[in-house]
C-alpha cells in the first residue's frame, strides 16, 4: 500500500496543508499498527 499526498500544481508547499497530511498518516499508520502492519516512511521525488 502507498499513501502519499499531491498538492495542486501551483500551490506552494506551506504549513497548512502539510499539518492535516501529517495527522492524517500518522492516524492511518497507527491503525495499520494494530492490525499488525509495519508502515514505512519514505520520500518519493516527481
Keep these: 500500500m502507498l499513501l502519499g499526498t499531491l498538492l495542486k500544481e501551483a500551490e ?9 497530511v501529517q495527522n492524517s498518516l500518522l492516524h492511518t499508520a497507527s491503525f495499520l499498527r494494530i ?8 520520500a518519493v521525488s516527481r
Design 35 to 42: 492490525l499488525g502492519a509495519k508502515p514505512e516512511v519514505i
Design 12 to 20: 506552494p508547499v506551506t504549513v497548512d496543508p502539510l499539518f492535516f
